[in-house]
């Protein structure tokens, strides 16, 4: 079969645009369509959000048009929605103050560890606190948070259905983990990638929160983007080792967060790994991963270093036991997570006084 964009654009004049008197081609709702031998993706571009019934109205129309025409064909409709640039959506979580996303260059730092860490501590400091686990490849809040096999339940809200973040160690709590089997591979385009993020945002009861932190995957990707263009992400903390390889890939990321289309404040730097202490001589510190990576990723950042954190076995083992350091009441053993917290607590109150609130953006 030998179609042409024009041949798909021309079925697809039939199907009504839920925000328009007219039909989604005419309305410019059509971004893209894309052939992979038997089967096509079209994708749909939407200045507001769309209700899960003009959703899936718009959807079953496209497959219904496209089938009836070409027989065999296998079609996928991804919708997407872009605010005008400049423009906030007052209905995405306004029940939350502030939203903290965690990032880093590259895997294998410590990412998870933080962020994790970073929303018991803030709990600990009396802050109603909830967590989003979207590492959606490499997914580890469930084991952290002892929630391995947990599924959320779904719940009808006015009508639509609604996922209940799950209750962990006093936060609530939504991972991918929770949907797909421990050992399963998730093996997902960009565009269904942006969609559990949407939903995870969107369309999950979360609470009054005073503080989501987001576990981001490494790098910027889909998920990133999707981000910035569906919260307004009050700021990013970034997580390297020492190393240069390590803090050279954070530059990346750090530099995507700070373009100007993006322009979303860095709140600072955590260091993990730092160094490292033997238990019989706990005054003593071995670099292992070279010293100072955090404090040039921070400078280059014009921010500062929110933490550093040894390299201490009970950390490990807490995380693989489903118990944060942090929530045990060792203060010897958290004090490095609980100064992690407060000073991230104090970084953000002077970005919410100093700046103005991050708008949704358009990413073009």
């Not at 964009?5 to 309305?27: G, M, T, W």
């Not at 025409?69 to 991804?78: E, I, N, P, Q």
């Not at 550093?308 to 693989?320: L, N, Y």
């Amino acid at each position: 079969m030998n179609l042409t964009k024009s041949d798909v654009l021309e079925v697809l004049r039939v199907v009504p645009d839920p925000l328009a008197a007219n039909s989604i081609v005419d309305a410019q709702r059509v971004r893209n369509i894309e052939f992979e031998d038997q089967r096509v993706r079209i994708t749909l571009v939407f200045t507001q959000n769309l209700t899960q019934e003009q959703k899936s109205s718009v959807n079953f129309a496209c497959m219904s048009a496209v089938q009836g025409k070409y027989k065999g064909l296998d079609v996928h409709v991804h919708l997407e929605t872009q605010l005008r640039s400049g423009e906030a959506d007052p209905g995405v979580l306004p029940q939350v103050k502030n939203i903290i996303a965690v990032a880093s260059g590259k895997g294998g730092v410590g990412k998870s560890t933080v962020a994790s860490n970073l929303a018991i501590g803030l709990r600990k400091l009396g802050f109603r606190t909830g967590i989003i686990d979207a590492d959606f490849y490499g997914p580890s809040i469930p084991t952290m948070f002892g929630l391995e096999g947990e599924k959320p339940k779904l719940v009808e809200v006015h009508g639509k259905p609604k996922i209940v973040p799950l209750e962990a160690k006093g936060l609530s709590v939504i991972s991918i983990g929770f949907i797909v089997e421990p050992e399963q591979a998730v093996v997902l385009r960009g565009p269904r990638l942006a969609g559990i993020m949407k939903q995870f945002i969107e369309e999950c009861t979360w609470p009054e929160l005073d503080y989501m932190v987001i576990d981001l995957p490494p790098g910027t990707g889909d998920i990133q983007l999707t981000l910035v263009q569906t919260v307004p992400l009050t700021g990013v903390v970034l997580v390297t080792t020492p190393q240069k390889v390590a803090w050279i890939d954070a530059v990346k990321a750090m530099n995507m967060f700070r373009l100007a289309s993006v322009n979303v404040p860095i709140l600072g730097v955590v260091e993990n790994m730092a160094w490292f202490s033997p238990p019989e001589h706990p005054e003593e510190k071995y670099y292992l991963f070279g010293k100072g990576g955090g404090k040039h990723l921070a400078d280059m950042a014009q921010s500062t270093v929110l933490g550093q954190i040894p390299i201490v076995e009970a950390i490990r083992e807490s995380g693989d036991s489903g118990v944060p350091i942090t929530e045990k009441d060792d203060p010897q053993l958290s004090k490095a997570w609980m100064d992690f917290a407060r000073n991230t607590v104090e970084a953000v109150e002077i970005r919410n006084k100093t700046m103005d609130p991050t708008k949704v953006v358009d990413v073009k």
